[in-house]
């Protein structure tokens, strides 16, 4: 196995808890891996989130780390680089407004149909994210538990993907988080993020590694497992950490 010169993650459940701040030792892992390595983060969370899991807990990292640093929010459908200063937009694939509406309904519709509309949510269920249409079946702010314990065998997910895949030919339509469905524009995906990555750093597909915990066929990290992308399945984040203490004193 060649030394990575590209390490990829996915970021909840992989390098957060869901929609939860990065840990201290997660954070330090990552500038370890900055000091040796491109590092990328492309998950089905909104740039927001990853300003606010990320960037405003990863500590001081000088602007030739943050260089390394490349985010891709909403399944790779965005792409933000530091200029120096700050983080800016490389580029953003937003998905038109019928488009959007179509796959609102299609989500609204079809888990009304399977019994997985939640009545009492905490927060919204179905989130314009501009590249991306999420659906969280608990609501956006659901605590981790009770998302966890939701859909433990992922069943849940896959069902309803597929009945709204079928009545969204054009649209790409994956099985995110523990609760979540994402759709963005046919063929950008975590795949096309990772390409993208390719072209905008040089680095070939053959000297990445990426980790993510739904690498299952179907969950949105497979693509890049399909892709041919060296993948390490994971756990939670502290498995990530557990494998990163291995893998960086390799670097």
């Known amino acids: 196995m060649t030394t990575p010169r590209l390490v990829a993650f996915d970021l909840d459940d992989t390098l957060a808890a869901s929609k939860s701040a990065i840990d201290p030792r997660i954070a330090a892992h990552l500038r370890a891996l900055l000091t040796r390595v491109d590092v990328a983060i492309i998950s089905g969370g909104n740039e927001q989130q990853f300003r ?13 780390s943050l260089g390394r640093l490349h985010l891709l929010p909403t399944c ?15 580029y953003a694939h937003d998905l038109s407004d019928e488009e959007k509406s179509s796959a609102l309904l299609a989500l609204r519709e079809e888990a ?52 709204v895949a079928a009545r969204l030919p054009a649209l790409e339509v994956r099985a995110g988080g523990s609760t979540s469905i ?12 990772m390409r993208s990555l390719t072209e905008h750093t040089g680095i070939p ?26 993948s390490i399945a ?17 670097l």
Do not use: C
Not at 76 to 90: A, K, M, N, P, Q
């Open 52 to 64: 606010s899991q990320v960037i405003e807990n990863l500590g001081e990292a000088d602007a030739a």
């Open 76 to 90: 790779g459908t965005r792409y933000l680089r530091h200029d120096g200063s700050e983080f800016t937009t490389v």
């Open 112 to 163: 009304e149909r399977l019994g997985l509309w939640e009545q009492n949510p905490w927060g919204d269920i179905l989130e314009d994210r501009g590249s991306q249409i999420t659906f969280s079946a608990l609501g956006q702010k659901a605590p981790s538990d009770a998302k966890h314990a939701w859909d433990p065998s992922g069943q849940k997910r896959l069902t309803l993907r597929d009945a």
């Open 182 to 193: 994402d759709i963005t524009r046919a063929g950008i995906d975590k795949a096309y993020g």
């Open 205 to 230: 597909l053959d000297d990445m590694l990426f980790y993510g915990d739904r690498l299952d066929e179907g969950g949105n990290d497979y693509p890049v497992l399909a892709m041919g992308v060296r």
């Open 234 to 250: 994971v756990s939670g984040w502290e498995d990530t950490a557990t494998k990163l203490d291995e893998l960086i004193p390799t």
